[in-house]
């Protein structure tokens, strides 16, 4: 089992940055597949980014490359997702997931993105 919480969401303008946070207690995230997902109102829940270390390979969405960047700090066992030039369609509830295998089994409660034009 591995526990996710979300920090760093809140509300910004068009144009600004956020770096959002996901704390992983229970098991050690270098294992794991680990990924941001978001979801808008009203809309399906979308795939944001992921990490994974023993591949040191990083996946983005279209919508969303060269803008955003996926990272971790293995020491303090946190992913981190840096948002900049945020734009008003970035605006959802951002989850943290971690996986083993194929599906995400572990997610957190999520953290607020709102951004104003």
């Known amino acids: 089992q591995v526990q996710l919480v979300e920090s760093g969401g809140g509300l910004v303008q068009a144009g600004d940055s956020l770096t959002l946070s996901c704390a992983a207690s229970g098991r050690t995230i270098s294992g794991f597949t680990m990924a941001w997902f978001r979801q808008a109102p009203g809309k399906e829940r979308e795939f944001v980014a992921s990490?994974?270390?023993?591949?040191?390979?990083?996946y983005y969405v279209e919508s969303v490359k060269g803008r955003f960047t996926i990272s971790g700090d293995l020491a303090k066992n946190t992913v981190h997702l840096q948002m900049n030039s945020l734009k008003p369609e970035d605006t959802a509830l951002y989850y943290c997931?971690?996986?083993?295998?194929?599906?995400?089994?572990?997610w957190g409660q999520g953290t607020q993105v709102t951004v104003s034009s």
């Open positions: 997931a971690a996986r083993l295998g194929v599906n995400y089994d572990f």
């Open positions: 990490i994974n270390w023993s591949a040191g390979r990083t």
